[in-house]
């Protein structure tokens, strides 16, 4: 189903007409708007006049969370404070909060490419969709909550936690679509099946999730608990929130709105576009905002691109599913390593719930890992001998995949954190900073 089937199936060469179009006057208005723009464009020696082409872009400088940080809390806005209606901001746990604001058109815009999501997850007018993200200051519930009243189905913004509840509400007000992190769905999932009821009974016919790391291992779980399609869906407050790429019903892939986000790829170290089909770090250009335009950010999102046109019909581009960040990687005995590739390991071995840490530590002069993994009930129960082997399993599964080995130690069912957040899978406890 489409939401805006002749923007969502334009021809390339007409959206690429249009994309420079937006981005030439996105790109004018923040250099007479913004100083920080003004300033960066000046020492780059680099002028609006300058964009006469969509490779052009590359001429202008990135822009960080450290810009953004720089800029609290209104410092990047295009607009007086009158015209914005909504702020949103992260948490401000490593520096000062980012600040996002939104005009009035932006927060429709955001409607808009949310609408187009949920329309290709084949939801419609007619149905109930149960919202887990938070409604904070964070963007995570909001994205879902405008595209929904856009297409005009029925919101239930019950945000995370009350698991029970949860599941109550699913039954009794006939929810048809759940939003939701990997980790939080496969725990309601869970409780569900705690409490006697089979969450396939619950009707749901689809999910939308994000918001971590996941690998397809745990999307074929979600699937499986609930009997209906999981379709991945990204976003970031830094340029508008949740809904930026949707999957549409052929899980290939996620759909960027390219006619209001503007995509590149780069190689993380040098900062070079390195162009579709290849992995590298995601940067995204706001082409319609009004309040806060963002140019040329740098997500630190790791991803590739394809241009071929999709089998659902539409012509936008497609990122691949978030493989890791350039800046949250573990590095240990000179090898990156990223947290889904050894969930990716130990989901391979089965026998295990997805349920797991990984603590890294350096007792001397070299890092150490251990993944404590929760095994399943029926292997808890099991002999020592049996339980060894189990570990020697998953410890060789994650040297196959990452090339080095870990320390694996199996711990009882329900013993690790359940997350209703975003999961955090990782302690470092290497004190390297």
Known sequence: MFWNEEIETMPRQDLEELQLKKLQATVKRAFNKIPYYNKRYTQAEVYPEDIETLKDIEKLPFITKDDLRESYPFGLFAVDIEEIKELHSSSGTTGKPVVSGYTEKDLDTWAETTARGLKMMGLGKADILQNTHGYGMFTGGFGVHYGCHKIGATIIPISTGQTRRQIEIMSDFGTTGLIFTPSYGIHIGEVALEDGINPKDLGIKAIGFGAEMWTEEIRQRVEELFGAKAYNIYGLTELMGPGIGVECGEQNGLHIAEDIYYPEIIDPNTGKVIGSEKSGELVLTNLEREGMPVIRFRT???????????????????????TGRS????????????????????????????????????????????????????????????MIAIQEKIGKSIENETGIRVKVTLVEPKTLPRFEGKAKRVIDERNLH
């Open 327 to 386: 800046d949250d990687m573990i590095k240990v005995k000179g090898v990156a390593i990223f947290p889904s590739q050894i969930e990716k390991a130990l989901l391979k071995v089965g026998d295990v719930e997805p349920h797991y840490m990984i603590i890294v530590t350096r007792p001397g002069t070299l890092d150490e890992i251990e993944v404590k993994v929760e095994a399943s009930q029926d292997i808890f129960f099991d002999g020592v001998k049996e």
């Open 300 to 322: 630190k999102d790791l991803t590739t691109l394809t241009y071929e046109k999709c089998s659902c019909g539409r012509t936008h581009a497609r990122m691949s599913r978030i």
